[in-house]
């Protein structure tokens, strides 16, 4: 058993209390993506806007557990005005950060180590692989917004 | 006074000794799934060990043990209902929602036409909502809602216009959710009185009172074994005798025909209509067992005993959490089943459940698949406890200390 | 050589234990359902005493290892028939016959029209038949047969003809009245390239040789834990992962949804989408202990030890009853399972298996669930005596001459 | 566990080997039922004839085992040339004698005692009880008569 404070670290606590880059943009210019939990009912909105191939602006919306809404807050602030490319290798890291646990009930081949000091204030999310049940809340947003570049490239 | 004892229904649980992170484990969870006590384990574990066969078809001996077991368990479980016909008027299903399957696919494709009306409630379970919306898409009749009030409890003053031209109403004995028991003669007779046949979600009152499909007059019921101590993989089916006979069949397979030719087929009359291949034996020992040991017990006895810890538990939240805990739920005990949904003040109900975790505390967050009911009241989630015939005013007390870890963290 | 040894099994099988009217069980019916090792039942009784809990839904400990408990099942299972994707390729059903239904109303009911073509054998049992038939009812396909020679085997000759225009052949690996098996890859070469797709029903295969998936270019599969020595009330239904994604639900219920409104609902993307309700928890772990418990015996060598008292039981029941006991089925043991259908001389097979059971002996009377096939050969049932990774030579003697005695009986 | 020696009786035997009955009766006059034993497979065709409220005449034809050939032969027997009052009668005695064991399983009240020498050859049926799954054989040629009285009746 994992104790509480490695999934409630502090940057997560003050994230989750004071949401970063929290609103909606108009769309268009900008993009809108829906995210579901289905099992926990969490909802996120996640809103894009892109500028050439950087993307120039990003808002949430919705609710959801604690570690959804910061990992939702701490995407924001990495992901705001990076190259677009960047920002899918920075939702890679991350994914991989968080298939860790995952992959011991699956054969797929094992993932390569995830270097953390890429990941900055992200890393505080490392915590949550060790609560199975809680990586789609830290999952969420970034598969939404994974989801928002996709479509944005179409 | 009652001498029900819920440390002798402990001492049967051996799930009750676990351990977790240092702290004796406080089981809230019932109304997700009950415990399972270890005569169900064991009727099981000797079922496998001294006569498993594949019933129906075999003469030797374990296979006739197997059959006779098999239908015996299905008479014990129509008389637990009180079934007029025990051994023809239910069929095993693996799990509640599988019956609201069985009911939609086969009664309602025969009957439902476009303009036909079936009746729901605004707290139903998914089980009993999606399989309605399945058809729906196909035939595209009516659906109407009976509408919960702000007491979290049925609104009934429309009862009758609602009814009007609807074919069946279908709704649940007891909400998941909100702990509401409805009144289900009344719906019943009102049902009838209308000309629509009456259909029941028992899965959470059918271990925790008493059901009598004669007395109140329901025409079909489901409800599943693992929320009534015992195993998954399991449920049952009730439908009365002269509807049953009319249903067309939902799976096909063996065991369910009369004859099968390479151009078609016929099927079977009876209950085997709507058992389609290997059926689950263990489990119906299982459940068979299941229902001795709750009958055991008491319905009665295990009623007043939850009644007692609701009431008590309802008490305490009120004066310890005042305002900063609401329950999502009638707020005294009349008419009304274990089942606290507990909303924390602005704190979510999946960070409620993982601080209570360390305390050894098991409650469920989420939208306990009812996520219509969700919205009716502007809720995402709740974190529900709820009681069963093993609980003890002591896990209130740990869940009480745990939610004040709960709010010192995240306040 | 191999070093398997029956006898090893035989201590882990608390029923080969049992005595009947004083005589030691003689089990010769493992193709109607196996008997259930000790590992298996412990597995499954551990759950029940440890870690039962609801899936899915909680973040409390036991819930989490619940939850990890049955998708390592699924996991299990589908590497054990070798699928590429075992998270994401594997349903779990209530048996064999459910993931028939499963594939004939979702992808049938999707993607069949009143001009399409469904291939079949003559072989199949009814689980593979009459799904088919009641979705041919709505829609109305042809439904084409591969015939069966009079050597008991597929009569491929005209297979591409039979395929030509057909969506979907859907085929036993092994019958379960002949014992033939059937050339798997084969016919799914043939099929692809007459642009169908390929389903399989591996029930009678998948616990008495190998199951590649990937090898033999399987499109969907479905088989059953109890008759590879698990549990009753659990099955798998196998699709490749791209066709999965584009079926639509079956069964409606919690658990398999995205979103659920009072005027609709979105239904979940992934494997949950035909999980409706609290599925088998207890059973997912009892088939994991069965996959693992078939895996440490071998599935080569549990072939080779059938196939050696199969070629034994063949010769002998020739020698000894020479014209007076027919084999139903291939006569010698290339591509052929351990199931002996035996006529006997014009005796009723449920007169057959009335007197085996005074010696103790297990077989099964009747049509075996494959009434077409039975046509085909004019009987109307046959006894079927069936082997397992438990049986002896020892068996093949107490049948032998319990035949003598039927025939003594009857004669 | 009980004895062969009280399924398979020495009369029970003597029907099925030589069934008394067996054949067709020209329809119409005569009346055709099919009876079915889904779970063995047992197929009967049971051929009746009404002679105003006598069971005129009665033939067999159909497949199964020794206690439903057996079952069927004595039936032919004991019912041929009978008022169909009595015949319906036999029919309600013999089914209780086959339900005893069967009740066990049910709620349903005791079934009163059956008169066995009513029954004459009969009786020698009345082992099957011992024997459940064998019921069914018992009772198929019964079951399909009865149905057959009732549409002679319609
Ligand atoms: C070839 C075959 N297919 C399907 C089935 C059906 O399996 P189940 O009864 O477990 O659904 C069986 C066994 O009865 C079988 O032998
Ligand atoms: C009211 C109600 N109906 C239906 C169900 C569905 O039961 P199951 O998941 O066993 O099918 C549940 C429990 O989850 C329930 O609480």
Redesign the interface.
């Known amino acids: 058993m994992s104790n509480l404070e490695d999934l409630y670290r502090e940057i997560i606590l003050d994230h989750y209390r004071s949401p970063r880059n929290r609103g909606e943009l108009e769309c268009p210019p900008a993009h809108r993506i829906e995210g579901f939990n289905p099992l926990c009912g969490d909802e996120i909105t996640v809103y894009v806007a892109a500028d050439g191939a950087t993307l120039s602006d990003i808002k949430i919306s919705g609710h959801g557990c604690s570690i959804s809404q910061s990992s939702a807050s701490l995407m924001s602030a990495a992901v705001k005005g990076k190259p677009i490319a960047d920002v899918r290798a920075t939702i890679d890291t991350f994914k991989r950060l968080m298939t860790v646990h995952e992959s011991n009930l699956d054969d797929e081949q094992e993932p390569e180590p995830v270097d953390l000091r890429a990941l900055g204030e992200l890393a505080a999310l490392q915590g949550v692989v060790k609560f199975p049940v809680r990586i789609k809340c830290a999952t969420l947003a970034w598969n939404t917004l994974a989801q928002g570049l996709d479509e944005l490239s179409n | 006074m009652s001498s029900y004892d819920p440390h002798r229904v402990r001492a049967d649980v051996?799930?009750l000794r676990?351990v977790?992170?240092g702290h004796p484990?406080t089981y809230l969870?019932s109304a997700?799934?009950s415990?399972?006590p270890r005569p169900?384990?064991e009727a099981?574990?000797r079922y496998?060990?001294?006569?498993?066969?594949?019933v129906?078809?075999?003469?030797?001996?374990?296979?006739?043990e197997a059959?006779?077991a098999y239908?015996?368990a299905r008479?014990a479980v129509g008389?637990f209902i009180h079934a007029a016909h025990?051994?023809e008027e239910i069929v095993f299903t693996?799990?509640?929602?599988?019956g609201?399957?069985l009911l939609?696919k086969s009664w309602g494709r025969a009957n439902l036409r476009s303009d036909s009306v079936v009746v729901l409630t605004?707290m139903e379970?998914?089980?009993n909502?999606?399989?309605w919306?399945?058809l729906r898409e196909e035939v595209g009749f009516e659906?109407r809602?009976i509408p919960v009030g702000d007491d979290f409890r049925l609104d009934l003053s429309n009862l009758d216009a609602l009814l009007d031209g609807a074919s069946i109403v279908s709704f649940s004995a007891m909400s998941n959710v909100l702990g509401t028991k409805n009144p289900v003669e009344r719906i019943a007779a009102a049902g009838h009185a209308a000309g629509a046949l009456v259909a029941v979600d028992a899965a959470q009152s059918v271990a925790h009172s008493v059901t009598d499909v004669q007395s109140s007059d329901v025409d079909f019921m489901s409800f599943?074994a693992?929320k009534m101590m015992g195993?998954?993989?399991?449920g049952a089916f009730y439908a009365k005798r002269a509807l049953l006979a009319d249903m067309p069949?939902f799976?096909?397979?063996?065991?369910?025909?009369?004859?099968?030719?390479?151009d078609?087929?016929t099927p079977?009359k009876g209950v085997e209509r709507f058992e389609?291949?290997?059926?689950?034996?263990?489990?119906a020992v299982g459940m068979h067992a299941a229902v001795r040991y709750i009958e055991n017990l008491g319905l009665a006895a295990i009623a007043e005993h939850e009644r007692a810890l609701t009431a008590d538990a309802l008490g305490r939240l009120r004066e310890r959490f005042a305002g900063r805990v609401r329950v999502i739920g009638p707020s005294d005990v009349h008419d009304r089943g274990g089942v606290l949904s507990l909303d924390v003040d602005g704190i979510?109900?999946?960070?409620v459940?993982?601080?209570?975790?360390?305390h050894g505390?098991?409650?469920?967050?989420?939208?306990?698949?009812a996520?219509?009911l969700?919205?009716r009241f502007s809720l995402?989630?709740t974190a529900r406890a709820s009681f069963g015939a093993y609980s003890l005013r002591e896990d209130t007390d740990v869940l009480l200390d745990g939610l004040d870890h709960v709010i010192e963290?995240?306040g």
């Open positions: 051996p799930l676990r977790i992170d484990i969870d997700s799934s415990l399972t169900v384990i099981m574990s496998y060990e001294l006569r498993h066969a594949n129906h078809r075999g003469v030797y001996t374990t296979a006739e059959t006779a239908e015996g008479v008389e025990p051994s693996k799990n509640t929602t599988e609201f399957n939609v605004e379970h998914h089980a909502l999606v399989p919306f399945q659906i809602y599943g693992h195993p998954t993989g399991i069949p799976l096909g397979g063996g065991g369910m025909i009369a004859d099968v030719r390479l078609g087929y079977a389609a291949g290997t059926p689950m034996i263990a489990e979510h109900p999946h960070d459940a993982q601080v209570l975790d360390q505390v098991c409650v469920r967050p989420g939208h306990h698949c996520k219509p969700m919205r995402p989630a963290l995240f």
